[in-house]
């Protein structure tokens, strides 16, 4: 086993004594080494929300046995719960439509190997980008969207989605709204970058509609997609400080670089299970 290999335990529940002592002792039981561990209780939802990543081969079984003898504790806590295994890149399939600034981040980060993860495909609307993606060796697939084939668009891609096994569907600057089933099938596993600090400026032309209310900052949100346009809930959000000189093609210039690291950073916490849903809200665990 790799020295450096790492399972990921994140769970929540309702909140009450001693969960840290029962979770901590099932790992301790077993001699699990716990390298990080981070922990929130949050009093409105009066929910407990962990993270608790242990040395791999500290422990005398592997995940299907993890799991099968944390069920009891899991369900005596009421718990929401996964556990991952380092070892398993996680699946990102990524949506496009002509704008390439994020595609072309991403791309660079996961060639580098700085975003460890498996891209097996790239999905647009429009062919612009196709020979771009091929040139890295992802699969490219053109799915058009107009206002006659809208269902049998999105089930095309919600097809691919699952043929391919991804964990995560990222849209990467995808100028398309999501039907709502979409949304529904894949809750928590849609990622949007959206062009301004939500929730200002909603929808289309953020960076126009931030210009004519004249705003010194503009931002980008990476969110969770969800049936209600640009309402999913949040992971990761940054500004930048504008002034009266400004002109709109600057706030668009200033605004991809936002957007890019923004996204980055969004994915790379969802990624490394870092992220537990609350609600309409996020616990991110930095």
Same mark, same amino acid.
């Given at each position: 086993m790799h020295p450096h290999r790492r399972y990921t335990l994140?769970? *929540?529940? !309702? &909140?009450?004594?001693?969960?840290v002592a029962r979770v901590a002792g099932f790992i301790a039981e077993h001699q699990g080494w716990i390298l990080e561990t981070a922990h929130h209780a949050d009093f409105d *939802? /009066?929910?407990?929300?962990m993270r608790i990543e242990i040395k791999a081969d500290s422990l005398p079984f592997h995940l299907a046995e993890?799991? /099968?003898? %944390?069920? !009891?504790?899991?369900?005596?806590?009421?718990? &929401?719960?996964?556990?991952? &295994? *380092?070892?398993?890149?996680?699946?990102?399939?990524?949506l496009v439509s002509k704008q390439e600034h994020c595609l072309y981040d991403l791309l660079a980060r996961w060639q580098s190997k700085e975003l460890d993860v498996e891209i097996p495909c790239v999905i647009s609307n429009h062919r612009v980008l196709q020979g771009f993606v091929e040139w890295h060796?992802? !699969? %490219?697939?053109?799915?058009?969207?107009?206002?006659?084939?809208?269902s049998k668009a999105f089930d095309e891609i919600g097809r691919i989605f699952e043929e391919v096994h991804s964990d995560v569907m990222v849209l990467a600057r995808y100028m398309q709204i999501l039907p709502p089933e979409l949304c529904a099938a894949f809750t928590g596993r849609l990622i949007n970058i959206h062009h301004s600090f939500l929730p200002s400026f909603?929808?289309?032309? !953020?960076?126009?509609?931030?210009?004519?209310?004249?705003?010194?900052?503009?931002?980008?949100?990476?969110?969770?997609?969800?049936a209600e346009l640009d309402a999913g809930p949040i992971i990761e959000q940054d500004t930048v400080r504008i002034d009266h000189g400004d002109s709109v093609d600057d706030l668009v210039r200033y605004g991809k670089d936002i957007e890019k690291a923004v996204l980055a950073r969004g994915l790379r916490y969802h990624v490394e299970d870092r992220v537990l849903l609350n609600g309409n809200r996020t616990v991110v665990f930095r």
């Open positions: 994140v769970a *929540s529940c !309702p &909140d009450r004594v001693g969960i *939802s /009066e929910r407990y929300f993890f799991r /099968e003898r %944390f069920a !009891p504790i899991a369900g005596e806590f009421r718990m &929401d719960w996964r556990i991952s &295994d *380092s070892a398993v890149k996680k699946r990102v399939v990524v060796g992802i !699969p %490219f697939h053109y799915v058009p969207v107009t206002a006659n084939n809208k909603v929808g289309a032309k !953020p960076y126009h509609q931030a210009y004519q209310r004249g705003v010194k900052l503009i931002g980008a949100t990476c969110h969770y997609v969800s």
